[in-house]
């Protein structure tokens, strides 16, 4: 039962443009949604996160959006640099899970310079 | 200060056996996760300890167990290896378990299973 979904594998955009990544959730109970960023060889880092009572977030070039009647939500990368390319997991936590924190199963960017 | 340390980062096994992780935490985190992260499934919970008590646990098999220890280092076993718990296998620690905002979670660079 896979709570939170990224459906796109993969994702590629021109240096300088929008990188739009997508998640959708099926547990309308989940209290908080964030975005990691994993290199290879390197664990997930966190990158912003948004509350279930907002809509939007934005930090820096980085800004997450929240649809809570699609149970949807998306990160928006402008411009995006080559340094952005890596795997960005989805994750949400809260609601029946608890304390668990329940992650998508990633989408790689690849930003081309 | 450190980050989230893993030992060791690579392990060969063959079915059949067992194996431990470790993770030590950022000083000062008292709670651990663990996590397995394969291709196309993401970060998979294995489960969550706080205060040397496993607080959540996800959906495996009592072949996966942990614990933790008074100074927040945690470890994880595998018993009766299979093939297909080849992963990387995630530790990430945090300050408190989850309460209000989200409390960030610090991960380490990983332990890479290969099961033979």
């Known amino acids: 039962d896979q709570q939170v979904k990224q459906n796109s594998p993969s994702l590629s955009v021109q240096e300088g443009r929008i990188s739009i990544l997508n998640c959708d959730y099926t547990?309308?109970?989940?209290?908080?949604f964030l975005w990691y960023k994993k290199y290879p060889a390197e664990g997930p880092t966190f990158l912003i996160s948004?509350?279930?009572?907002?809509d939007k977030n934005e930090d820096g070039r980085f800004t997450v959006f929240l649809n809570k009647s699609a149970k949807h939500l998306s990160l928006h990368i402008v411009p995006s640099q080559p340094g952005d390319s890596a795997v960005y997991f989805c994750?949400?936590?809260?609601?029946?899970?608890?304390?668990?924190?329940?992650f998508g199963a990633g989408t790689r960017l690849f930003v081309k310079a | 200060k450190a980050g989230v340390t893993q030992t060791p980062r690579y392990l060969i096994k063959t079915r059949g056996q067992q194996v431990t992780l470790s993770c030590s935490p950022i000083?000062?985190?008292?709670?651990v996760s663990w996590y397995q992260q394969t291709p196309g499934q993401g970060l998979q919970f294995l489960f969550e300890?706080?205060?040397?008590?496993?607080?959540n646990k996800g959906n495996f098999p009592g072949r996966f167990s942990g614990r933790q220890f008074s100074n927040s280092r945690s470890e994880m076993n595998v018993s009766t290896l299979e093939l297909g718990d080849s992963a990387l296998y995630l530790c990430a620690s945090s300050k408190e378990p989850g309460q209000g905002a989200p409390d960030t979670q610090y991960f380490g660079p990983g332990t890479r299973l290969t099961v033979l």
């Open positions: 948004i509350s279930s009572i907002k």
């Open positions: 300890y706080f205060s040397e008590t496993q607080r």
């Open positions: 000083s000062g985190h008292r709670s």
């Open positions: 547990n309308s109970m989940f209290d908080y």
């Open positions: 994750a949400a936590k809260g609601g029946t899970g608890g304390f668990k924190t329940i």
